[in-house]
């Protein structure tokens, strides 16, 4: 009788709300076209057209917070350079990620859901990005560095800033653990174009970075180039947290998680980096030995299948055909079995000449640096126009540990170091309760190991993929959101 009383009254309210919702979308319609106009008719307007798109999509990641980190992983650790999409502003470019991430930050400033800035990880990070900063300001009041270096190499450090942004915007194990299928999602369609690059040249021309060299067809050895797109540092880092996902759950679920992982496990494949290739070795190691149960079963079982699957390409790759994809991810492989030959590699060479050089800057500058940006005193060479080689400053360092001493001084390390390590602390202490963070520990951690010898700690792909990793670590830990079940039968939570 009540459904029948008031059904014409929910009628009218529908009605009303339909009719208001029409006229609010002609409305906005028709101001959006005379924005246009106006923009196309006098150039100087458009910030008329900008300004509102801005405020709508600021609303929208003020009601869906997940949808606008979503957005930002897509821009930096996806299938894009930092630059694929940007705005030339002088010496400098404004890249719409950028933009996202002050969008992000803005929403978990003011309408967070936990009033937090993360522990003690949260405080070192703080530290640490406040000396980087400082060590900046001081090499360019000196001199050392002009300041469009000093912010064009700085910037990568600030995707760290997502880590508050998560511990504030999901600040439970249920929404964290939502940020991090997303991301994972991610960094796994990310494997599925990267293989389309590696075997046809005109995807990867397409998605190339001058600067970086995502796709390089001079390294593949047959059909296949080497291809490291932004995603791959997602793939890399949130592997071990898609294995655990495939033991916990059940069905179609399950099928779906073994896609995710295949297409991490291809990112990883077909970026040729050794490094990757041995952290998950000890990633594996880590994992087993944190593992229980169902979880350790399929990592065991896991591990079977891929010894099997690579003693059968050692020992068909000698007979496979000329120009087989399967051949330069063999031979890659083997080269770790010669660790004299990586030993006299020109890159090994290469790496210890800048260790050298940093290491005297390092020993001169120990309490700031010499100021992110700031030559150290390692060249590179760079062919010029007039057919002549001229030594460019080296700005980079491939051992990040030392390069954190060069721009922010033993302090900066020691601060960067405590944010990581105390992030880890964290996830080890949650190892029995919740395997999933325990997992992202063990991905954080393999890439505390590469960065050894890579650009991990200062590239905006995987500085957003710490930042999102550790967030999510903390968050899980700190908030009162449902745990993963330890029961093999129960629901293996959201995602």
């Known amino acids: 009788m009540a459904t029948t009383t008031h059904s014409p009254r929910l009628r009218r ?27 196309i008719v006098h150039p100087r307007l458009t910030v008329l057209l900008v300004a509102p798109a801005a405020i709508a999509v600021l609303g929208l990641f003020l009601r869906l917070p997940l949808l606008s980190v979503a957005s930002l992983l897509i821009l930096t650790d996806s299938a894009f ?49 406040g000396l980087l900063a400082l060590s900046a300001a001081l090499a360019f009041s000196v001199g050392r560095v002009e300041l469009t270096d000093a912010v064009n190499w ?6 760290l800033l997502l880590f508050f942004a998560v511990v504030r915007l999901f600040p439970d194990a249920t929404s964290a653990h939502r940020v991090l299928v997303t991301a994972a999602v991610i960094g796994s369609l990310t494997g599925v174009v990267a293989l389309v690059a590696a075997l046809n040249p005109g995807v990867g021309e397409l998605l190339q970075d001058p600067g970086q060299q995502f796709v390089r067809s001079q390294e593949g050895l047959g059909l296949i180039s080497r291809v490291r797109l932004p995603g791959l540092a997602l793939a890399y880092g949130l592997f071990w947290f898609t294995i655990v996902q495939v033991g916990r759950a059940h069905g179609a679920r399950r099928l779906l998680w073994a896609a995710v992982l295949a297409g991490q496990a291809v990112n990883i494949a077909v970026s040729f980096n050794r490094n990757m290739w041995v952290g998950l070795f000890i990633g594996l190691v880590l994992t087993l030995a944190i593992s229980r149960g169902q979880v350790r079963y399929t990592v065991a079982r896991g591990l079977a299948v ?34 004299q030959a990586v030993g006299e590699s020109s890159s090994a060479n290469d790496r210890r000449y800048e260790v050298e050089r940093g290491w005297d800057a390092a ?20 062919f010029t126009v007039q057919d002549r080689y001229v030594r460019l400053p080296r700005r980079f360092l491939h051992n990040q540990y030392l390069y954190l ?7 900066g390390l020691v601060a960067f170091l405590a944010f990581l390590g105390s992030t880890l602390q964290r996830a080890w202490r949650r190892r029995e309760r919740d395997p999933r963070v ?22 905006p792909d995987m500085t957003a993929a710490i930042g999102i990793i550790s967030g999510a670590i903390v ?20 995602g």
């Not at 700085?154 to 995707?159: E, K, N």
């Open 405 to 411: 001493v060069l721009v922010a001084g033993v302090p």
């Open 438 to 459: 325990a997992a992202c520990g063990v991905g954080l951690a393999t890439i505390m190991l590469s960065a050894v010898v890579m650009l991990y700690f200062s590239v």
């Open 306 to 339: 891929g010894l099997a699957g690579l003693a059968l390409m050692v020992l068909l790759a000698p007979h496979a055909p000329p120009g087989s994809p399967v051949t330069p991810l063999v031979d890659r492989a083997a080269t770790l079995g010669d660790l």
């Open 154 to 159: 700085g910037r990568p450090f600030v995707l």
């Open 475 to 494: 968050a899980s830990t700190t908030g009162a959101g449902r745990e993963l079940s330890l029961d093999p039968h129960a629901s293996p939570g959201p």
């Open 363 to 382: 020993v001169s500058h120990p309490v700031l640096g010499v100021g992110v940006g700031a030559a150290y005193g390692a060249h590179v060479a760079d």
């Open 13 to 39: 309210l529908s009605s009303a709300t339909l009719r208001r919702t029409v006229v609010l979308g002609v409305a906005v319609a028709l101001l959006g076209e005379a924005l246009l106009a106006l923009a």
């Open 81 to 129: 350079h930092e630059s694929f999409f940007s705005i030339e502003a002088g010496a400098l470019s404004i890249r719409l990620h950028e933009l996202v991430l002050l969008g992000v930050l803005f929403v978990a400033l003011v309408r967070p859901r936990r009033a937090t800035w993360g522990g003690t990880a949260g405080g070192a990070l703080a530290i640490f990005l």
